[in-house]
């Protein structure tokens, strides 16, 4: 099953981990061929300790292995075929807006370290902050960056095999250019006998770890004041501010935008959809749903008020 997800271009990270769920309570219960009905794939699923999503996910994966075997001819019928999906929570992310992101900024230029051991890494955090604000990126690929991957003269990021196996080249900002252009200024005269091969410096020859920008990136909310818990509201989840919001406000800030000079985010979709590196642009369309932060935080007080 590896090398079939493997050939459509999935990852196969973590369909060992969902199906020893399966395994486990196949031990648990002693079953055998003849078990597996319906009934006990609606038992097995009410085993499953976690989040409704979580639960997906591994009742999914089982719905897969099993169509699997039916391919390859080794059962006749999918037993989980007729087993409905449970409804998910709407999910509503947290919005920066423009403003926001700029107040975020400042706090993680101000809270940067001026000696020389430790200047060069907190430019990295912040460079990798950035790229994720100014270009919509998810966490991975600016850490997974390396130095040959950054065209100056073109003004373009090359973003390989990241989520959904896809290479993109990205066109970025001239503003950005200058604050890559410095960083890498700053790092010639700072990393003596630099053999670290990523753009964004870590320890030794390594790239950044996400941790250490989680610990930036909220410190910096915190600072500014908008650091909010996340909330589920019968069944709407408001996420709190993570990193990843920064790629969902890109999106929504984008669209707004477009909207703004009186042309249809509808037709930018596929555009943008390219430029974030969605495999489609139907992906993309979830960010329709909130068009800025002000309605984002109306849909957070109009719930509330209404319990």
Not at 17 to 24: A, E, F, Q, V
Not at 213 to 220: C, L, N
Request: aromatic share 10%.
């Amino acid at each position: 099953m590896n090398g079939y997800r493997q050939s459509l271009g999935y990852t196969i990270k973590n369909i060992r981990s969902n199906l020893r769920h399966l395994d486990r309570y196949l031990k648990q219960t002693e079953a055998d061929w003849a078990s597996l009905q319906p009934l006990f794939f609606l038992t097995f699923r009410e085993s499953i300790k976690g989040k409704s999503s979580t639960i997906t996910v591994i009742v999914d994966e089982v719905r897969r292995f099993f169509q699997f075997l039916v391919r390859g001819g080794i059962i006749e019928e999918n037993p989980l075929q007729d087993i409905p999906r449970p409804r998910r929570e709407a999910f509503i992310p947290f919005v920066f807006s423009e403003k926001q992101i700029e107040s975020l900024l400042q706090a993680i230029r101000e809270g940067m370290r001026k000696e020389p051991g430790y200047f060069l890494k907190d430019f990295s955090v912040y460079l990798a902050i950035l790229l994720q604000a100014r270009c919509g990126l998810r966490i991975s690929e600016p850490l997974c960056l390396l130095r040959s991957h950054y065209y100056k003269q073109q003004k373009c990021l090359y973003i390989e095999k990241t989520k959904f196996k896809k290479d993109r080249l990205l066109p970025i900002p001239s503003s950005l250019v200058d604050e890559i252009n410095n960083y890498l200024a700053v790092r010639v005269s700072l990393a003596h006998n630099d053999q670290n091969t990523y753009l964004l410096y870590g320890d030794k020859e390594k790239g950044l770890s996400k941790d250490g920008i989680y610990r930036v990136f909220h410190q910096a909310v915190r600072a500014c004041g908008l650091d909010q818990t996340k909330r589920v509201i019968g069944n709407v989840i408001f996420g709190s501010p993570t990193t990843h919001s920064l790629r969902h406000s890109f999106a929504i800030n984008t669209l707004n935008s477009i909207k703004e000079r009186g042309k249809s985010p509808q037709d930018a979709l596929p555009v943008l959809a390219a430029y974030m590196g969605h495999c489609k642009y139907q992906y993309t369309a979830i960010y329709l749903k909130v068009l800025d932060a002000q309605q984002r935080q109306g849909l957070v007080n109009f719930t509330i008020s209404h319990l």
